[in-house]
């Protein structure tokens, strides 16, 4: 469903004898681009496990659109990645993947959360800390 401006009808009789026009007025919308974001694994990951892999699905945005984002809730030693960047739509859906580093200092439970720069979307993971901070001799 694309909006266009409308079309006109033109309807002839094959002998040439009477013809019409109408004219068709153009109802439809374009849907808004909507973004979507989730996790893998979903909610929770403990640091140092496994990869975290942010997906973006997309509804009505061309492909090679370039999404930007913003990481908060960790710092940029907590994740293999910056804390902003982009990702690059194709087919509707883009992902980042990201490990979660074990880094030896105790912090407790960290929340990371990544929202689109148009505050579109967001998603976030709660991180496990599960190092602690080596004892000083």
């Known amino acids: 469903q694309l909006t266009d401006s409308g079309e006109t009808l033109r309807i002839a009789l094959d002998n040439g004898e009477d013809s019409a026009r109408v004219f068709i007025v153009d109802t439809s919308k374009t849907p808004p681009p909507s973004y979507s974001l989730f996790s893998s694994p979903a909610n929770a990951i403990d640091e140092g496990t496994q990869d975290l892999t942010i997906i973006l ?5 061309e492909d090679n659109t370039s999404v930007s984002y913003t990481i908060s809730g960790v710092s940029d030693s907590d994740i293999s990645i910056p804390l902003t960047g ?3 739509v194709l ?5 980042i993947t990201m490990e979660v580093y074990a880094d030896q200092i105790t912090e407790g439970t960290e929340t990371l959360l990544l929202s689109l720069d148009d505050d579109s979307a967001s998603v976030s993971v709660q991180i496990g ?3 602690t901070t080596p004892d000083s001799a």
Do not use: Q
Request: avoid cysteine; charge should be negative.
């Open 129 to 131: 800390d599960i190092s």
């Open 57 to 61: 699905n997309t509804i009505n945005i």
């Open 91 to 95: 087919d509707d859906s883009a992902r």
């Open 86 to 88: 982009n990702f690059s």
